[in-house]
């Protein structure tokens, strides 16, 4: 099995790079004004106002089921022109209906944009396109050319036809499903319809095109060895489909349009799991391009007619490298921009345009200063900006501005940027619920038609939220925090290492109260407990109360010490002298610290949990790249694990011994949505032992129940008050939720 050093240090690196200390990772602005960032950028004839780019992420669900962006895709583009940025990319819009079975659902109807339909759809590109430029953006499309063996497997269910592949690979989603090999005749086909959709494009009046060649989707399983394993054929040589495709295009659109590809420099898939492939189904992917072999493919893409690049790494099969959660690296892929262009200009290659060509650098670079240095230091020629435009899209403004503290800065969650369409919704956002709303509401809201008194209690994300929004309005708005500091349980949360993201955030909510204050009057009472003494006369009272921990009170609980994971982070001095932790609850809060335990604190850990997967719910990114540290920094899961009695050792358990009980590491399968069931699973059958787990310290994280004690006091003290309760005291747990349910709230009170 070959592995690349350089990857296999990267990677490894991924893992435990902040006990190096995180100097990028900042919403700073030492090196303000951004001169290098917001010059123009010439790509084959058309120019850009500045480096900075829009990501491309899936506009699912925000069209017409037809496929014609509707107005909420408007105005969500509309909304990142109007904020700075210089180049906007659509999320992928597929064109080969025709040929994968996966992206169409019954009744021929679509969660994607399309391009490929008809006539139909064409107007509603052109007024996207049109009403971007009216802010000086460009707007390229991202065309794919389908999804392959990372597409919904119900295809076979609901319409009886096999997923597609290059070659005969298992789905993503349900690996035991095969994906039959296309055959050349489709292929060709595909090269056909990538250059259709140009043409389209072109004629839209949208400025480039934008080839979706990563990720793993089916242009990636055709270009790439590790999926494409065809024998005979036409496309046996896995550079000759990308070659055609962009001769093709070029072809359909004339020299002058600009065309952009992304791809992976490599998929990593050695370099993530090394041996651990070999035990599955993962053994047939041994063998994709190096990192060489992908960089001499980019110069004949370039040849063919290619204007604009961007890499990075990674697959579905280890998600997290190409939807880099909270715990990557800022900048985590400025050196593989480096090494293209270092390899462009080594070997003289130019674009069609007989210009160099430009790169551009993506992986967490939402940090003015760090993307500032990546350009003047030559790393890279453009920025890319994904979901800190989700957060902000007002991001280039403030930047140029000097304005990089009132940024927004996203937090890696993905609760709302993937999580939302994974589970049947359409993109959205944590940190601005204004996200794929902005059709509804306004990025002013409007004055409240009668000014009120209102008490917010509560400094978490969600009281905030609410207080903020209702003073802009006009309302007299009081924040009771009972803490000397608000932040609520993002406090703790922000503690890890991982969790710079939430910290930024934390800092970012200070400063934006702060900022209320000065402008609208907003009262901001910390270390005040609300009472019905000091909540007399307001008009309306808002309960953002939080949630209250979970106990499990079994035997031998009131005899031992048990910690809250919530007073651990808080208080990391109490583990003093306690070498081995054993943490109860393996959801997001019980890896999360068992990481930050071992990692940074040198604890020897074990997490226990009684679900057969460890943090269920989680984006799949985040899940896989925290499986992968806690494999690799010795943290031992145990799932299908019931905890049954403290004792003075440590826990007493109930373990399910079978092999038919998942490995709890397992990242390279998801868990599917709830409501989708899988009638090839395996079923778990049981062989329980009871086993004591060895502690000196045993840590709870069994999640939280809402606090509704004190809505309802107030409720019944406080008859003619209209009474709100929103945040995880009313339901969640999740900074998505409470967000917008303290937005949504803030603007109709």
């Known amino acids: ?28 602005q030492e090196l303000w004004p951004y001169e290098a960032m917001f010059s123009p950028v010439q790509v084959n004839r058309l120019q850009l106002k500045n480096r900075l780019v829009m990501a491309p992420m899936g506009n699912i669900s925000m069209c017409e089921e037809t496929g014609r962006p509707n107005e909420k895709m408007l105005a969500y583009f509309v909304e990142r022109a109007k904020g700075g940025v210089g180049l906007i990319t659509t999320g992928l819009v597929p064109v080969t209906h025709h040929i994968d079975t996966s992206l169409t659902e019954l009744g021929q109807l679509s969660y994607f944009p399309r391009i490929d339909r008809s ?29 392959g063996r990372v597409g919904n497997p119900q295809c076979l269910l609901n319409k009886f036809k096999f ?52 990720e793993g989707y089916l242009i990636e399983q055709l270009q790439n060895p590790a999926f494409n394993r065809r024998a005979v054929g036409r496309y046996r040589d896995w550079q000759r489909f990308g070659i055609e495709m962009v001769e093709e295009i070029r072809r359909r659109v004339g020299p002058g349009y600009p065309i952009m590809y992304r791809i992976d420099l490599s998929l990593a898939l050695n370099e993530t799991y090394g041996e651990r492939m070999g035990g599955s189904h993962m053994k047939k992917f041994r063998n994709g391009r190096t990192m060489a072999q992908t960089l001499e493919y980019l110069g004949n893409l370039v040849r063919a007619g290619v204007d604009l690049v961007d890499v990075d790494l990674g697959c579905y099969d ?19 921009a480096q090494m293209t262009k270092d390899y462009f200009a ?44 989700l957060a902000d899209p007002e991001w280039p403004n403030k930047a140029r501005q000097g304005r990089a503290a009132d940024i927004i800065p996203c937090i890696g969650c993905q609760e709302g940027c993937i999580n939302e369409f994974v589970e049947g919704g359409h993109p959205q956002c944590a940190v601005n619920p204004r996200t794929a709303f902005e059709e509804i509401y306004s990025a002013v809201p409007p004055k409240a038609e009668t000014p009120q008194n209102i008490a917010v209690i509560g400094g978490g994300p969600a009281g905030v939220t609410c ?61 005040t407990e609300a009472t019905k003494e000091n909540l007399a006369g307001f008009d309306q009272i808002v309960v953002a109360a939080g949630t209250v921990d979970v106990e499990l009170k079994l ?85 299908c694990t ?108």
């Open 346 to 389: 080594r070997n003289h290659i130019l674009s069609n345009a007989g210009v160099p060509v430009p790169v551009v650098a993506v992986g967490k670079l939402g940090y003015p200063d760090l993307a500032e240095r990546a350009l003047r230091g030559g790393q890279c020629d453009m920025v890319m900006l994904g979901r800190p435009l």
């Open 119 to 147: 006539r139909t759809v064409f107007a509603g590109w052109r007024d996207l396109a049109q009403r971007c430029h009216s802010y000086g953006a460009r707007v390229f499309l991202q065309a794919s050319g389908g999804l």
């Open 1 to 28: 099995m070959y592995q690349d050093p350089k990857l296999v240090e990267m990677t490894r690196w991924f893992g435990d790079w902040f006990l190096q200390g995180n100097p990028d990772g900042h919403m700073t």
């Open 467 to 527: 207080a903020v929004t209702a003073a802009r309005r006009g309302h007299s708005v009081t924040l009771f925090e009972k803490l000397p500091a608000l932040g609520g349980r993002i406090m703790p949360g922000s503690v890890p290492g991982i969790k710079f993201d939430i910290a930024n955030y934390l800092q970012y909510l200070r400063h934006w109260a702060e900022s209320a204050s000065k402008q609208y009057g907003l009262t901001v009472a910390l270390n």
């Open 642 to 749: 019931r905890l049954l009695e403290y004792v003075p050792e440590g826990i007493k358990v109930s373990r399910n011994l079978s092999k038919t009980v998942p490995d709890p590491y397992l990242s390279w399968t998801p868990i599917l949505p709830e409501n989708v069931v899988n009638p090839l699973a395996p079923k778990i059958k049981e062989q329980l032992s009871e086993e004591i787990i060895p502690a000196q310290a045993v840590i709870s994280a069994a999640g939280g129940r809402p606090n509704t004690a004190l809505f309802q006091a107030l409720q019944a003290a406080f008859p003619a008050v209209p009474v709100h309760n929103i945040g995880d005291s009313f339901a969640g747990g999740k900074v998505l939720e409470a967000t917008r349910g303290g937005y949504a709230l803030g603007m109709r009170l």
């Open 318 to 336: 280890n998600w997290w490298l190409c939807h880099m959660p909270e715990g990557m690296p800022p900048g985590c892929y400025l050196d593989l």
């Open 163 to 214: 997923p597609v592949s290059a070659s005969l690979n298992p789905n993503f989603y349900m690996p035991m499903v095969p994906c039959l090999p296309l055959t050349d005749h489709k292929i060709r086909g595909i090269v056909k319809a990538m250059g259709q959709a140009a043409a389209d494009a072109k004629s839209a009046c949208l400025d480039g095109i934008y080839i979706h060649g990563h």
């Open 555 to 639: 035997p031998g609980y009131d005899r031992s010490r048990v910690w809250q994971a919530v007073d651990v982070l808080q208080a990391p001095e109490r583990l003093e002298g306690k070498q081995s932790c054993v943490i109860i609850g393996g959801g997001v809060v019980g890896c999360e610290l068992a990481y930050y335990l071992a990692v940074e604190k040198g604890k020897d850990v074990t997490v226990v949990e009684m679900e057969p997967v460890f943090m269920n719910g989680a984006c799949t990114a985040n899940r896989g790249y925290l499986l992968k540290y806690l494999y690799d920094a010795g943290v031992q899961l145990r799932n």
